[in-house]
């Protein structure tokens, strides 16, 4: 079954550090991945999305995420972060008519 | 522009009781729609689907279950609600290549 696996659960950080979340999946066909964030008291919304191509596609915000199909990742990054990202970040795939999310992160960043 | 719309935004109902939550779209023909309960520190759980009217599938056997009535009208009911059933609901549409999730502002239900 398909399912997709957040090990950072909470993740502390200040202000201008770089940020990686990781994202693990288990599906041996195509899949596409996606990154939602959830700002406090917000809509959850998307953040970046993979199809096909190029691995290393960019979102909204300065953020981005790879794509390495050989360990079944799509990690997320940001090189410098703001305390305006603090948020829940989820990662998801979807094989079809059906989404699969993540755990999610809790990202608190310190000004 | 597509827009979603849950109501009611919160609610507090008694165990035992009936539930009906409604979400509809706009801006937007023949949707995928889904319902979701978000709880804190296990992220979104996919509750049902459904990809025209009448065609409901569902993910996890539970007290819940959904209607599609109209073609932009997704509803998720109880007929007697449990306390385990308190959480954040999410309606959400997808569309395009990979059926990419627009999600509604939720409904927060408490179970008392």
């Known amino acids: 079954a398909q399912s997709v696996s957040q090990h950072n659960h909470h993740v502390i950080l200040s202000e201008a550090a770089s940020l990686e979340l990781g994202c693990n999946y288990s599906?041996?066909?195509?899949?596409?991945l996606f990154w939602y964030v959830q700002y406090p008291g917000q809509h959850l919304q998307l953040l970046l999305k993979?199809?096909?191509?190029?691995?290393l596609v960019k979102g909204i915000k300065g953020f981005e995420a790879e794509f390495i199909k050989s360990k079944f990742s799509f990690n997320l990054r940001k090189p410098s972060v703001q305390w305006s990202d603090t948020a829940e970040y989820f990662c998801a795939l979807t094989t079809g008519n059906q989404f699969y999310f993540g755990t999610g992160t809790s990202l608190t960043v310190i000004p | 522009s597509q827009t979603i719309h849950q109501w009611p935004a919160t609610l507090v109902q008694p165990v035992g009781s009936p539930l009906s939550l409604e979400c509809t779209v706009e801006g937007t023909s023949n949707p995928n729609l889904y319902w979701y309960r978000q709880a804190a520190g296990r992220g979104l759980q996919l509750l049902f689907y459904?990809?025209?009217?009448?065609?409901i599938s569902s993910e996890v056997p539970q007290n819940l279950s959904a209607s599609r009535p109209q073609d932009r009208q997704f509803i998720l009911s109880s007929k007697k609600l449990l306390l385990s059933d308190s959480g954040f609901y999410l309606c959400?549409?997808?569309?395009?290549?990979?059926?990419?999730?627009?999600f509604g502002p939720g409904t927060r239900l408490t179970v008392l």
């Open positions: 993979y199809f096909s191509g190029d691995p």
């Open positions: 959400a549409w997808g569309s395009g290549r990979a059926n990419e999730q627009f």
């Open positions: 459904s990809v025209g009217i009448g065609q």
């Open positions: 599906y041996g066909g195509t899949v596409n």
